[in-house]
């Protein structure tokens, strides 16, 4: 491990001036993923800034009726919390399917969206990863490909986005609340994270120095009927084959208004827009269902790889989104 400063700063303003100043520096949430990152050599900075004092720990309504939800709440705290449970089922379910019971009890809500992939690639300093070294090529062509992505990639890399949390809070239309060296700004979080194209190793928009503080969540009948469901190699602790987070609004039979994301599938939590338009005011079906999914998943590309590729990852997210949508547009959904 590299040698490294320490910060621990009283106010948002100063952890903002401290990785500022230093092109070296890096923001400790958690640590949850830094800290493996600095075992492994793949993070290797001049200085780790503690923000955990000084972002918000609060959960409370806001002015519109939606939630805020501050940086430094605790994974498991914000799981349990009852508002959450009660009217955004698909963010305590997506929480409790992530890591474990003791990860969560340490992990950020502010740090967990910006967890870096888990590709063995990337996390194998001895192996070419244009994410953690740019230019320097991608061993998961070709390598181990299982895991990997069938929406968004690029040549320069096909790695996955690991965050449930970062599932939930795209599907709920959640927006991210910023501070940099320019001052405050507010981002969907749906424009946070960024596809790979030729520069794999920028995860999101965040410029150096920018802090997320918070995040809000808008009301809507939608967000209370949602859920997450995650495929995974086993029941727990492990990350998603494949996950579906969706929220919907039927009404007089029809579908009023739906949200959904994928995720396991792309670099970045991935919103599915053509799949919503499909369902957008249409009858709930087996139909309708398979005619969504298709919808999204015409781009998608399946990479062949030495463990046997992610062919079987278009099928899953047909056979999953389908699951969860009968689930929410049944009279009573079950839990």
């Not at 430094?72 to 963010?91: C, G, I, K, Q």
């Not at 501070?179 to 928009?205: K, W």
Request: proline share 5%; with cysteine; hydrophobic share 40%.
């Amino acid at each position: 491990m590299k040698t490294f400063t320490f910060a621990k700063p009283a106010t948002v303003a100063e952890a903002v001036r401290a990785v500022t100043a230093d092109p070296g520096a890096v923001f400790l949430g958690g640590g949850t993923n830094l800290v493996d990152h600095l075992k492994l050599g793949v993070a290797r900075p001049d200085r780790v800034v503690d923000v955990t004092g000084v972002t918000p720990a609060e959960i409370r309504e806001d002015d519109a009726g939606g939630l805020f939800v501050g940086a430094a709440v605790r994974n498991s705290d914000l799981a349990a919390h009852a508002t959450v449970r009660e009217r955004y089922p698909v963010l305590a379910e997506a929480l409790l399917s992530g890591a474990s019971a003791q990860l969560r009890n340490m992990a950020t809500t502010g740090g967990n969206p910006l967890q870096r992939t888990r590709c063995l690639y990337f996390q194998d300093v001895t192996t070419p990863c244009n994410k953690r070294e740019p230019g320097s090529g991608c061993s998961a062509l070709g390598g181990a490909t299982r895991q990997h992505a069938i929406l968004g990639a690029s040549d320069a890399c096909v790695a996955t986005h690991p965050s449930d949390l970062a599932v939930a809070l795209a599907v709920l239309d959640a927006r991210v609340h910023v501070t940099g060296p320019v001052g405050e700004r507010e981002i969907a979080f749906t424009e946070l994270h960024r596809l790979p194209g030729d520069h794999p190793e920028r995860d999101t928009v965040l410029e150096h120095g920018e802090l997320i503080t918070g995040f809000t969540l808008p009301a809507g009948p939608w967000a209370r009927r949602s859920a997450y469901r995650k495929v995974r190699d086993r029941a727990s602790y492990a990350f998603a084959l494949v996950s579906i987070a969706a929220g919907v609004s039927v009404v007089d039979g029809k579908i009023d208004d739906v949200r959904v994301a994928f995720g396991g599938v792309a670099h970045k939590p991935w919103r599915a827009t053509e799949a919503e338009a499909v369902l957008r005011g249409a009858r709930p079906g087996e139909e309708v269902y398979r005619a969504a999914a298709d919808a999204e998943l015409a781009g998608a590309r399946a990479l062949d790889g030495v463990d046997g590729g992610n062919a079987f990852k278009i099928p899953l997210v047909r056979r999953t989104l389908a699951a969860v949508l009968r689930e929410l547009t049944t009279e009573e959904p079950t839990r």
